[in-house]
């Protein structure tokens, strides 16, 4: 008990640094634009999921200190949108506040799913895609918010697109995902390079599409869940096909 009280210190001190401290920093700078605040707590979401795989050597333990995360941090948040300097120190685009408390819900209620669907149920492939799948949304949503905003031109049609989107953006966002997927699979997965870029260019494109049929900020769910999905099938079926493919070479 007392070490996972100890571990979840810790996450709660890192969302205190990385989702506070630093956001208000970069707001009191005189030409940092809104969208970088924000993108810079969303890559500061995403990567927690390396705590929650460090700290914690068990599913159950990572869930239960996301789930205290939320018991501690949302009402601390409740009662900091009361601050009168909160609409100076954080780029909170909800009408009446509230935009930090909904994405840290979203963003725990998507860690969540996706530990107890890649690392509780998903074998021995399954941490690996549970962190190349949130990776995946971490660095994909945030290129495709900046190059769409930065020099999107040409609008994404199309039946059921979930906001505005547009295909630089998009493109963006598969290419970051794609390669935000194979460093993680050759690193922290340690597979070869073949199967690391094999994940990197199934999920990439998953991640995009996804993410452009995804409504009202449920890519927070949808994504990782997608890419992560994309990442141990294509993980797997590389695993089981090398020893084949070896046997086959020798034989040659």
């Given at each position: 008990m007392r070490a996972f009280l100890l571990a979840s210190a810790g996450l709660t001190g890192y969302y205190l640094l990385a989702?506070?401290?630093v956001p208000m920093s970069l707001r009191a700078w005189r030409g940092v634009p809104d969208e970088l605040v924000r993108k810079t707590q969303h890559v500061g979401y995403g990567a927690s999921i390396w705590l929650l795989l460090t700290l914690f050597?068990?599913?159950?333990?990572?869930?239960?200190?996301?789930a205290l995360l939320v018991v501690i941090a949302y009402p601390a948040l409740l009662a900091l949108e009361r601050w009168p300097g909160y609409a100076r120190a954080f780029p909170d685009r909800a009408p009446g506040r509230g935009e930090l408390r909904r994405s840290l819900l979203w963003v725990q209620a998507s860690f969540a799913l996706n530990i107890?669907?890649?690392?509780g149920l998903g074998g021995p492939v399954g941490r690996i895609a549970l962190a190349a799948g949130v990776?995946?949304?971490?660095?994909?949503?945030?290129?495709?918010?900046?190059i769409g905003r930065a020099?999107?031109?040409?609008?994404?049609?199309?039946?059921?697109?979930?906001?505005?989107?547009?295909?630089?953006?998009?493109?963006?966002?598969a290419l970051a995902a794609g390669t935000a997927v194979a460093l993680t699979v050759g690193t922290y997965?340690?597979?070869?390079?073949?199967?690391?870029?094999?994940?990197?260019?199934?999920?990439?494109?998953?991640?995009?599409?996804v993410e452009l049929y995804s409504p009202h900020g449920t890519d927070t769910?949808?994504?990782?869940?997608?890419?992560?999905?994309a990442v141990w099938l294509t993980v797997t079926i590389a695993t089981r096909l090398e020893p084949v493919l070896a046997r086959i070479v020798a034989g040659a």
């Open positions: 989702l506070l401290v050597d068990a599913w159950y333990l990572a869930i239960a200190a996301s107890v669907l890649f690392w990776m995946a949304w971490t660095l994909g949503d945030a290129f495709a918010a900046l020099i999107g031109r040409h609008a994404a049609n199309g039946r059921f697109l979930a906001g505005d989107k547009t295909a630089e953006g998009t493109t963006a966002m997965g340690g597979t070869d390079l073949g199967s690391a870029l094999a994940a990197g260019v199934v999920a990439g494109p998953v991640a995009a599409a769910l949808t994504v990782p869940a997608a890419a992560g999905s």
